[in-house]
């Protein structure tokens, strides 16, 4: 105390000016506005992988009118951008990203049978079919189907558990079989840091914003410079399987805008919530990882992100959250060197689980589901959530090409958008492939595939 008042210190951060100037340009860019548009929010963060130097973090467009941070404060339902993580369960238990299984939908589960799914379906965004596909065209297109099958054969308690070594929190996280659909609900900086350990090779890291503290007086004995807290946590070996699935999303999946556009290699995973209350988009490249949400704030409340000019049918993370991201990571990573990921290392044995799947009659007019939302403008269709199928063999189909909405994630805790309430939930991206499936046991939850 006595220092400051003397002196003061001289503190300094990891915020990188120029990557903060891009976030903001970005959103103003991106953003929608107009009637319908009033209550939109975005919250961003881009760590350093394999350090966890926080080298942006973008809050909201002004403290002084919303005193609320999006980025470390607001919380909502992940969608899809939880399905890397069951993704990377399966590749540590031996099973190989080409194996295929049947992206078929709808699909019923006996173990999402739920009040208010009686029948355990799960859908697809649209209700879209993808036939018998391996995991790294399920991941492109998130396909819910293949997801839910993939989830019940490696147990969803090990979905949770990769998801917390990767750096989520544990508290709040459910072990039943729809938390592949994404019901958990997180904050941008959790998700930061979890795929921050994707692009790190298995790496997982502390975030930190200050880099360095020092007195301005001399012969000070304050001297602080931030060293680095950093854990393995997966083998690279896995990891680097689980990337090539990844690089699949902005290749030829849901988040393909950023491929054709950032003209780097790039990975990463679109989200979107049940009912478009939440929309993501979370992606890296070698030695930058950016996570962008979204959601819709009224006084509190975390509301659907549709009618909003542009968007109507409702804003998906392969929709807006993607293009700030491209935006942004173009403009954060001008004059760095291109840099591709490590090769996959192929590991695992193709995996085929069969299941006898009944044929139905059920009409597929429910919700949308939440496929994954392409890049292009979301289309008037109905986002469907997609739900995971606990048939082993049969790969998903891809999504649907129009730009669809993320699958919606299944009602899980209410997320909070604003400073009276906790944040809002994920907002649904372009394609609503994010959607998740009722859980078990959960009165009152839209039947998986039934996103809205």
């Not at 556009?261 to 950016?290: C, D, I, M, Y």
């Not at 739900?387 to 649907?400: D, G, H, K, R």
């Amino acid at each position: 105390d006595a220092q400051i008042e003397t002196g003061g210190l001289r503190i300094v951060t990891t915020i990188e000016k120029k990557q903060q100037d891009a976030i903001a340009a970005a959103v103003q860019e991106w953003l929608p506005t107009g009637e319908g548009a009033e209550d939109l929010q975005v919250g961003a963060m881009s760590i350093v992988p394999g350090d966890g130097a926080v080298t942006m973090m973008y809050g909201g467009a002004d403290f002084q009118q919303r005193q609320f941070n999006n980025a470390t404060q607001a919380s909502m339902q992940a969608g899809s951008t939880w399905k890397p993580f069951t993704l990377l369960a399966g590749i540590e238990q031996g099973i190989s990203t080409k194996s295929r299984y049947d992206g078929s939908s709808p699909q019923f589960f006996e173990e999402f049978e739920s009040v208010g799914n009686e029948q355990g379906r799960v859908k697809n965004f649209n209700d879209r079919s993808f036939g018998r596909i391996d995991l790294r065209q399920a991941t492109a297109d998130s396909v819910n189907t293949v997801y839910a099958a993939l989830n019940l054969q490696v147990g969803p308690d090990k979905t949770t558990e990769v998801a917390v070594k990767a750096g989520v929190p544990q508290e709040g996280l459910e072990n039943n079989p729809a938390n592949v659909l994404g019901t958990a609900t997180v904050r941008v900086q959790d998700m930061a840091r979890a795929y921050a350990t994707f692009a790190g090779e298995g790496v997982r890291v502390d975030p930190y914003l200050i880099k360095s503290v020092s007195s301005v007086i001399e012969d000070s004995t304050i001297d602080y410079t931030a060293e680095p807290t950093t854990e393995r946590a997966f083998d690279a070996d896995i990891i680097s399987d689980l990337v090539d699935a990844m690089q699949e999303v902005t290749k030829t999946g849901s988040g393909s805008y950023a491929g054709e556009h950032l003209g780097r290699p790039s990975a990463g995973k679109t989200g979107t919530s049940e009912s478009f209350r939440s929309a993501w988009f979370n992606g890296f490249v070698p030695q930058l990882e950016t996570a962008v949400g979204m959601f819709k704030d009224q006084n509190g409340t975390p509301v659907e992100l549709t009618g909003v000019p542009g968007w109507e049918q409702g804003i998906t993370g392969g929709s807006v959250p993607l293009r700030i991201w491209t935006t942004y990571m173009q403009a954060a990573l001008e004059g760095v060197e291109i840099v591709d990921f490590p090769p996959p290392a192929d590991t695992g044995e193709d995996n085929i689980p069969t299941r006898t799947q009944e044929p139905t009659t059920e009409a597929t007019t429910e919700e949308p589901t939440t496929e994954e939302p392409t890049t292009e403008e979301p289309t008037t269709e109905e986002p469907t959530t997609e739900e995971p199928t606990s048939e082993p063999p049969l790969p998903p189909t891809t999504e649907p090409p129009a730009p669809p909405t993320e699958p919606t994630t299944p009602p899980g805790p209410p997320p909070t958008t604003g400073p009276p309430t906790s944040p809002p939930g994920p907002e649904p991206t372009q394609d609503p492939t994010d959607a998740a499936a009722d859980q078990p046991g959960q009165p009152g939850r839209t039947p998986p595939g039934q996103g809205g």
